[in-house]
């Protein structure tokens, strides 16, 4: 069983209940989990004060060596006003002292990737309180593979595709797109040469993805890649106006500018249904023509 450190550094969790039962499902199955005072907390929109919400990530550096687990409680916005402030040496120290799994997507996605580029730590990007161990039905699949990534040193998922058949390698990265273009230009975007870039996000239309995949192609970062991978991208509704222009639309348009394959149909990202992916780590990324396969390895592992 682990024991589970809560974190909240962006939003205020606004789905209260969702976490109290988050909390008690996690509970019941024998975690223990910790911190959850911040998941009440509140300042204006944000999970508490700045200094509050700092604070919290900081002391992440010392955390016990029985704390396996941080679990960021919901994402939102907030993040991005500490990023400057972060102490990422020392919580790279803890997370390469004793393994810790540093989990969440959506705004944390800003943290996640400062602490790539500042010092290589691996995180986790995956399921977070409120949203999926506290929905009305805990999906079985998110939670499955959620502890599966965490224990096993090498795991493999495999989706139904479209594609051209081949096989290519890279460190594991990405995250939310809106949050990971937001970070271009500052010292928190990972310089991370022939990547598998993995992205998702949520609420946005086809021409507003687009328009952020072309900023990371015009910003040059695509054309390091060897490989795009297309998580979740859901949440938008699309009107007369498009007249047909569409999510895979954008795809083929996007595509067509790039010499590396674009994947999509991944599980992952702002879904009750969502795989979890250690980024910083090694990915092999194998297409069949009809089918395609991640197989992850090189990230560490809890309870080892």
Not at 50 to 60: G, H, K, S
Not at 65 to 83: K, M, N, P, Q, W
Not at 120 to 125: E, K, V
Request: hydrophobic share 45%; net charge negative; charged share 15%.
């Amino acid at each position: 069983m682990s024991s589970i450190h809560l974190i909240a550094p962006s939003g205020y969790c606004v789905q209260q209940a969702a976490a109290a039962r988050g909390i008690q499902r996690l509970t019941e199955a024998g975690h223990t989990v910790l911190n959850q005072a911040v998941v009440a907390r509140r300042f204006q929109r944000f999970a508490g004060s700045d200094a509050q919400r700092l604070a919290d990530i900081n002391q992440l550096a010392g955390l016990p060596e029985t704390v396996d687990i941080a679990l960021a409680v919901r994402g939102g916005y907030g993040a991005s006003r500490l990023l400057d402030q972060i102490d990422y040496p020392a919580i790279a120290a803890r997370i390469a002292r004793h393994p810790l799994a540093l989990c969440g997507h959506s705004d944390f996605t800003a943290i996640q990737c400062a602490l790539l580029a500042t010092t290589g730590a691996i995180t986790w990007t995956g399921p977070m309180l409120s949203a999926n161990f506290g929905a009305e039905k805990l999906s079985d699949f998110t939670l499955w593979h959620f502890w599966r990534a965490l224990h096993e040193p090498e795991f493999t998922f495999d989706w139904a595709t479209p594609g051209i058949a081949g096989e290519t390698r890279g460190t594991l990265w990405g995250g939310n797109l809106a949050m990971l273009v937001s970070l271009l230009g500052t010292p928190w975007f990972p310089q991370i040469e022939n990547g598998i870039l993995v992205i998702e996000d949520v609420n946005e239309h086809p021409f507003r993805i687009e328009r952020l995949l072309l900023q990371l192609h015009y910003a040059g970062v695509l054309k390091c890649q060897n490989a795009i991978i297309l998580g979740s991208f859901s949440g938008n509704t699309l009107s007369d106006y498009d007249d047909g222009y569409n999510f895979n639309v954008m795809c083929e348009t996007v595509s067509a500018r790039l010499n590396i394959p674009v994947i999509s149909g991944l599980p992952f990202g702002h879904e009750p249904e969502t795989i979890t992916l250690p980024f910083g780590a090694r990915g092999v990324l194998r297409h069949t023509g009809a089918r395609a396969s991640l197989t992850v390895s090189g990230h560490p592992v809890i309870g080892a």
